[in-house]
């Protein structure tokens, strides 16, 4: 509940406990009146209504009658509306009781998204580790191969290297070697 309602609340069962006062004050005024009016009507035995008197308290009576008519409907309407904010207050309640429970399931999800996250994170993670292992394998197998590669190229070139290329005069003279004396 708000701030707003629960005034709203105080109010209205201020307002009822005040109402119910003043019909319980009603009613003991109806009730000391027909109280004095049987213990006029019964201590007077030579009571005979006279006509004027009798019609003065059939006034009375009639007014008294209204009145506790009125008091009447007053309070069939104010338990009328008692009643209605009772339907209110047990709505509220059920409502309140409705957000609380979905506030507390709100709070258990939000308590187990870190878990969540990481499990899924880690599932998605799972393809990219598998990638990077096999390119890691390649990587080392290539490195070998470029190894491989570089060593007999190594020896290749200094194969080749170790031997210079002079050019080759004995193939080309067909004749015997010119001496050039005593120089």
């Not at 209110?88 to 979905?102: N, P, W």
């Not at 969540?116 to 994170?121: E, G, L, M, S, V």
């Not at 599932?123 to 490195?143: A, D, G, S, T, Y």
């Not at 200094?158 to 210079?164: D, G, M, N």
């Amino acid at each position: 509940m708000n701030i707003t309602e629960n005034i709203n609340a105080k109010g209205l069962r201020s307002e009822v406990t005040r109402l119910r006062e003043e019909l319980q004050m009603r009613e003991q005024l109806v009730q000391q009146l027909s109280q004095e009016l049987f213990r006029l009507v019964k201590g007077n035995t030579s009571f005979m209504p006279q006509p004027e008197v009798s019609e003065r308290h059939q006034s009375e009576l009639r007014m008294l009658r209204e009145q506790l008519q009125e008091v009447e409907q007053q309070v069939t309407f104010y338990q009328q509306q008692i009643a209605a904010r009772d339907a209110e207050i047990l709505q509220l309640r059920q409502s309140a009781q409705e957000l609380g429970d979905r506030s507390q399931m709100l709070e258990h999800a939000l308590e187990e998204m870190p878990q969540i996250y990481r499990r899924k994170f880690a599932e998605r993670m799972e393809p990219v580790k598998e990638k990077i292992e096999r390119l890691q394998r390649e990587n080392r197998q290539l490195h070998v191969e470029l190894q491989s590669v570089s060593y007999r190229l190594a020896v290749k070139t200094r194969r080749t290297s170790s031997r210079l290329d002079l050019p080759d005069f004995a193939r080309r003279l067909s004749g015997p070697i010119p001496t050039f004396g005593s120089v």
